[in-house]
């Protein structure tokens, strides 16, 4: 089965500096999927990218899905305190979306 | 449109009882998907019902089963709880497969005591 390696595990960053989560799997990606999960909560989708090359922006969030298809990364912009969550990347596996083990992300005001 | 709506939000049973977790899809949705997720293990999958058939199925005992009605809700059996079952159990749901995206559910957190 498809796994997917997050990094890192966490991450610790002051209101409005930048920061990027990586997302890497050891079989090429068909459909990578960003989730954030606040504690104890259910997971919000964020976006898909299914294409080579694709990137696709929201708000101050902004992924791309590398040409290889194998690794995706999140970025977001000028954090802010509400981006504070653990983000999970997800892809399509035989039918099933697997995930990472995700990245907690704590912002400091 | 309503989201997954998951029930209960919180359960406490006593070891060797049994459980059992409900989830209703979106609308329209045909798939659905369980996990449960826990602090050491991450989200990991229980199986997936689509059209009233489980379509695949994790690496979880046997103990633990569910099914699927004819209006697409999905039941979630765990019989002869153990201390390691409590955790946050999500469902997700999907128009088809994992193609068309997932919604999940706000969980279930069981507490096994």
């Known amino acids: 089965s498809q796994e997917l390696e997050q990094s890192p595990q966490s991450l610790i960053v002051q209101e409005g500096k930048n920061l990027t989560i990586n997302c890497t799997s050891s079989k090429t990606l068909y459909g990578l999927y960003w989730y954030k999960q606040k504690y104890g909560e259910g997971l919000i989708f964020l976006m898909m990218?299914?294409?080579?090359?694709e990137e696709k922006s929201h708000e101050k969030i902004t992924a791309k899905l590398d040409e290889k298809k194998q690794q995706s990364s999140l970025h977001i912009t000028a954090s802010q305190p509400s981006h504070a969550g653990i983000y999970l990347c997800?892809?399509?596996?035989?039918?099933?979306?697997?995930f990472g083990a995700g990245t907690r992300l704590t912002v400091k005001p | 449109k309503a989201g997954v709506t998951q029930t209960p939000r919180y359960l406490i049973k006593t070891r060797g009882q049994q459980v059992t977790l409900s989830c209703s899809p979106i609308s329209g949705h045909r798939s659905v998907s369980w996990y449960q997720q826990t602090p050491g293990q991450g989200l990991q999958f229980l199986f997936e019902?689509?059209?009233?058939?489980?379509?695949n199925k994790g690496n979880f005992p046997g103990r633990f089963s569910g099914r699927q009605f004819s209006n697409s809700r999905s039941e979630m059996n765990v019989s002869t709880l153990e201390l390691g079952d409590s955790a946050l159990y999500l469902c997700?749901?999907?128009?088809?497969?994992?193609?068309?995206?997932?919604?999940f559910g706000s969980g279930t957190r069981l507490t096994v005591v």
């Open positions: 019902y689509f059209s009233e058939t489980q379509r």
């Open positions: 990218l299914q294409k080579g090359g």
């Open positions: 997700a749901s999907s128009r088809a497969s994992a193609n068309y995206g997932y919604t």
């Open positions: 997800g892809a399509d596996d035989n039918n099933d979306m697997r």
